[in-house]
C-alpha cells in the first residue's frame, strides 16, 4: 500500500499543465476502489490507519489536478514558490482595475431589468478571462517562466472567486 507523495505519480500521468481529466478520472476511481477503507475492515489496526491516509491522499490529490488553479499552484510549489498564499496580490494595475469593474457589474445585476440575462453576459465574460490566464500560466510554466506564472496564479485567484461568486448570484436569483 505504498503511494507516492507526487500527485501526478499516483494517477500515472505526466508532470505538467496539461491533465487528461478522462484518464484522470478512469484512475482515481480505480485508486477509490482498490485503496478504500472498506475493503481493510478486517486487517490490522496499521492497516487500516494506512487504507485511510493513503484515501486521503489520493482524494486530496485527485481535487489537485482536477481544479485549475489547485494544480497551477502545486506546480509552482514543486519549483519551490509558495503559490497558494492569498495573501499575494498581482501589482498588475490595469488588471485589478479590470476586476474593480468586474466586481462593480457583479453588483449591480439585481438591479437590472433582466438579472439573469446579465449575469449570463457576465459569466461568459468570466469564463474567458479564466481560460485565457489558464492558457497564460501554461505557457510561462512551460517557459520555466515561474516568477510570471506565480503572479498569474495570483490572478487566476481573482478570476476563480470572481467565477465562483457568479455562480452564487446565479443561484440565488434562481431560487426566486
Known amino acids: ?16 499543465w496539461e491533465v487528461d481529466i478522462d484518464q ?14 472498506d475493503r481493510y475492515a478486517s486487517k490490522s489496526e496499521v492497516e487500516k490507519r494506512l487504507a485511510v491516509q493513503t484515501a486521503a491522499t489520493i482524494n486530496q490529490a485527485y481535487e489537485t489536478l482536477k481544479d485549475p488553479l489547485a494544480r497551477a499552484q502545486y506546480l ?32 449591480e445585476v439585481r438591479a437590472s431589468a433582466e438579472p439573469l440575462d446579465v449575469l449570463a453576459s457576465l459569466s461568459i465574460e468570466a469564463q474567458q478571462k479564466s481560460m485565457d490566464l489558464q492558457r497564460q500560466f501554461a505557457q510561462q510554466y512551460q517557459a520555466s517562466a515561474y516568477n510570471d506564472a506565480f503572479d498569474t496564479v495570483a490572478k487566476m485567484q481573482f478570476a476563480t472567486k470572481f467565477v465562483n461568486d457568479i455562480a452564487q448570484l446565479e443561484a440565488e436569483l434562481e431560487d426566486f
Do not use: W, Y
Open 1 to 16: 500500500m505504498n503511494i507516492s507523495s507526487d500527485f501526478f505519480e499516483i494517477f500515472s500521468l505526466s508532470l505538467g
Open 24 to 37: 484522470l478520472d478512469i484512475r482515481f476511481r480505480k485508486l477509490q476502489r482498490e485503496f478504500h477503507p
Open 76 to 107: 509552482l510549489e514543486l519549483q519551490g514558490c509558495d503559490a497558494g498564499q492569498e495573501s499575494h496580490v498581482t501589482s498588475d494595475g490595469q488588471f485589478l482595475m479590470d476586476q474593480m469593474l468586474l466586481r462593480e457589474a457583479l453588483s
